[in-house]
Every structure is written in structure tokens, then in C-alpha cells.
């Protein structure tokens, strides 16, 4: 619960556990829009190149290292999206300003949130990631959608079951 | 020197040390053919499915993740290749034949080194490299083409320069 987690995707999948020492806050908005899971695989295109492939595989390795040997500049540098963001994007209210304020704000990382629409910022610290929802919040609440804000810290033992 | 490297490909090139404590052995079987490197990159498609590159994406980071982990049966479940293997075996002299004497022999994994027209094993001990190595010896002896065996330890220091 509440860390990383790779899923294998082969005949089955299976879920592997990333730990790390990285002390990492994440701030997620979620809008209260529908997005049909279907729908919103539709934007995807089937086919990529292999260069785009290529490029995520490296980012893909390089996110799990970074965890690992937390290094928050590798994880920051490997997250990336070269393939869903570009396409995803257009489906989310407000996408680029809200990543304009991550960024502005100090997050490491701003991306989407599976099959979105919501978004999340990882943070370094507790004081950014307050940062950064509150420059959310601001913005949100100049908008036309209901949202909500969540906050906390990133699980260090990658996701587990909680006895 | 000598152990696993993953670079990061985007504008710049980025060699990320992966450590591991697992204790690896290679056998590396190179036969004495000519693949030029821009011949083996033609075999490849361009473009690949999504559904394969999510595949190999989740390869890359169990893979990356089961060296930090030291979890060999990750690390041979992830290193699967569903991209280049299939085009790039036929240019690879006996690689059937190879592959099914390393897995025969107890490897955990076989693959093609780089862009070919090198194969390599990675076992879990000297043992098992010796008995994969004396099992392609016997093999390439009766074929066609000059050949070389190269067998060590995975250094689990990852890729590091020399002092």
C-alpha cells in the first residue's frame, strides 16, 4: 500500500515491490471528470516507433535503478512519459498549467495518473509538495470542475500488504 | 568494467550502474561471422505494437529491479526479449540449438550480446557456466564457423571504471 509497484506484464502479471530511501511527497488532483478507461485508450495509437519504445524502455530501467540507489536527479530525469502524456493530455482540464505549476513549484516529477484524469507531482519534501497543492488549489478553484487534492508520503517499502 | 550498465537514451547518452548481489556467471559463444551493425539494425521494425512494447517496458524495470532485489527468478521471468530476438536470431548461426543447450544445462538466461552475432548465458554458478560452456563447445567444434567461449563472474559492482 501507498509505494512503487512495477506490474510484469506477460502471460500474467505480476507485481513487484520497488523499495527505496527516497523520502518522497506526492500531491495528486484529481477533477471531477469521466474519462472512460476504454475511451481514453482509444487516444494511445497501437503501433510506436521503435526509437519512442526505446527511449522508455532506458527511462523505464532507469526509474527502477534510481529508486534503488536513490538518486532523486536519475528518477527525476527518467520519468519522463515519451509515449501516453502527449496523447492523454488533451483529455485532462488544464494539464499544462497545473505541470507548468509543479515544476514552478519545485516537484521532481509531474505526470498522469494511469489512465488519468488525475495527475500527480512527486516531491522531494513535505514543504514542496505543500507548495505545490496549494498552487493547485488556487488554480482549481478558478475552474469549472468539482476536484480534489491528496497529499501524503511515498511508502519507502514499495507497496505491501498492511497486517 | 564488467557488469550490468543500462544507458538511458535520450538526447544524451546516460550509463546508469546497476548493482547486484547476486552472484552471476557468463559464457559468451561468438562466432567468427560478419553482422554489420547497420545490416542487424535493418532486420528490426521500425515501428513495434504498444501491446510489445508495454511488455518489454515492464521486462526492463523487473529486470532492473531483480538485480537490486537479488531475486534470480525475477531476473530470468524479465529477461525475455519479445523485440529483437525473433528478428535478429536468424542472422545467428545455431541459435536454436544454443539456446536450448544453455537452458538444457540449467542457464537462467540467453541472449543476443548487443547487436549479434555474439549469444550469452548468464548462470548461477561457475558450474552451471562450465557445463553450458562445455555443451557449446561441443556444439560449434562440429559447425561450420571458427568460433570463441568466453566464461567469467558478473562484477556486482556494475559498470565501473578500473583505478
Known amino acids: ?3 512503487f509497484c512495477l506490474v510484469v506484464t506477460q502471460e500474467d502479471h505480476l507485481a513487484v515491490s520497488l523499495e527505496t530511501n527516497l523520502d518522497l511527497h506526492y500531491v495528486v488532483a484529481h ?12 487516444v494511445i495509437p497501437q503501433e510506436i516507433s521503435l526509437e519512442t519504445a526505446i527511449k522508455q524502455w532506458s527511462n523505464l530501467g532507469g526509474f527502477t535503478a534510481a529508486l534503488f540507489k536513490n538518486d532523486k536527479d536519475l528518477l527525476a530525469f527518467c520519468a519522463q512519459d515519451f509515449v501516453v502524456e ?13 505541470k507548468e505549476l509543479a515544476v514552478a513549484n519545485g ?18 519534501s513535505n514543504q514542496t509538495a505543500m507548495a505545490v497543492k ?19 508520503s511515498v511508502d519507502k517499502k514499495g507497496v505491501h500488504e498492511l497486517l
Open 1 to 3: 500500500l501507498g509505494g
Open 86 to 98: 502527449t496523447h492523454r493530455k488533451s483529455q485532462i482540464p488544464h494539464f499544462d498549467e497545473l
Open 107 to 124: 516537484a521532481l516529477i509531474f505526470g498522469i495518473s494511469g489512465s488519468g484524469p488525475s495527475v500527480f507531482a512527486l516531491c522531494e
Open 134 to 152: 496549494e498552487s493547485f488549489d488556487k488554480l482549481l478553484t478558478k475552474k469549472e470542475h468539482d476536484y480534489h487534492l491528496y497529499s501524503g
Open 31 to 42: 477533477q471531477q471528470i469521466e474519462i472512460k478507461t476504454s475511451a481514453s485508450r482509444t
